[in-house]
């Protein structure tokens, strides 16, 4: 067991991210992150910019600039790989596709575990719950946003927290990241440091 702070923590998710989708993202430049897109955010950044129920539980990844200055949306040849090595312990249904959730041998000094979840996603057909997998493994694509109006583009959604080691994998889903008080939300651009 590897006990870590936030701190010491560290990924190479988006080394991963740029590398295993060339040539589409070969001339990344940086990402265009609006407000709602942030973590702790209490404003959805699609549609109308409603407010959110709970404050946004990860960061959405959806416009980038490359190095001509042109913007590109992530579409759904997105590969999306995991950011450190770990279990699936869940695939659920969101509203835009299916979430897949990883925990990870990392643990926090109070005994929490590290786990992390990736929104609006495939899955790979070969992909499923008890599968230990690599950091960097390619575990989904981004999937097609639903077609509905206001349309919401299709964009990923990363997740980090601290979560006790004795909750169920089943109560893992959007409602209960934001609301349970025994799991501790973490800004994935802490961890993840964002290319600028």
Same mark, same amino acid.
Request: glycine share 8%.
């Given at each position: 067991? &590897?006990?870590?702070?936030?701190?010491?923590?560290?990924?190479?998710?988006?080394?991963? /991210?740029?590398?295993?989708?060339?040539?589409?993202?070969?001339?990344? &430049?940086?990402?265009?992150?609006?407000?709602?897109?942030?973590?702790?955010?209490?404003?959805?950044?699609?549609?109308?910019?409603?407010?959110?129920?709970?404050?946004?539980?990860? /960061?959405?990844?959806?416009?980038?600039?490359?190095?001509?200055?042109?913007?590109?949306?992530?579409?759904?040849?997105?590969?999306?790989? +995991?950011?450190?090595?770990?279990?699936?312990?869940?695939?659920?249904?969101?509203?835009?596709?299916?979430?897949?959730?990883?925990?990870?041998?990392?643990?926090?000094?109070?005994?929490?575990?590290?786990?992390?979840?990736?929104?609006?996603?495939?899955? $790979? +057909?070969?992909?499923?719950?008890?599968?230990?997998?690599?950091?960097?493994?390619?575990?989904?694509?981004?999937?097609?946003?639903?077609?509905?109006?206001?349309?919401?583009?299709?964009?990923?959604?990363?997740?980090?927290?601290?979560?006790? +080691?004795? $909750?169920?994998?089943?109560?893992?889903?959007?409602?209960?990241?934001?609301?349970?008080?025994?799991?501790?939300?973490?800004?994935?651009?802490?961890?993840?440091?964002?290319?600028?």
């Amino acid at each position: 067991m &590897k006990t870590s702070r936030p701190n010491e923590i560290n990924s190479r998710f988006f080394d991963y /991210l740029l590398a295993s989708n060339r040539p589409y993202l070969a001339g990344f &430049k940086k990402w265009l992150l609006q407000p709602g897109m942030l973590f702790n955010s209490l404003e959805t950044w699609w549609g109308e910019k409603k407010p959110r129920p709970t404050p946004h539980e990860g /960061l959405d990844l959806c416009w980038f600039e490359d190095l001509t200055g042109q913007i590109k949306q992530l579409d759904t040849n997105i590969k999306i790989p +995991a950011a450190f090595a770990g279990k699936i312990v869940k695939i659920g249904h969101d509203f835009l596709g299916k979430s897949i959730y990883l925990s990870h041998e990392i643990f926090a000094a109070d005994g929490r575990q590290l786990y992390t979840a990736y929104g609006h996603t495939e899955p $790979l +057909a070969a992909i499923h719950v008890g599968q230990v997998v690599a950091a960097g493994e390619i575990i989904a694509a981004l999937a097609a946003g639903p077609g509905k109006s206001p349309k919401i583009p299709s964009h990923l959604h990363l997740t980090l927290a601290w979560i006790p +080691a004795s $909750l169920p994998t089943d109560q893992l889903n959007w409602r209960n990241l934001g609301a349970d008080r025994t799991i501790r939300l973490i800004d994935p651009q802490s961890i993840l440091p964002v290319p600028a």
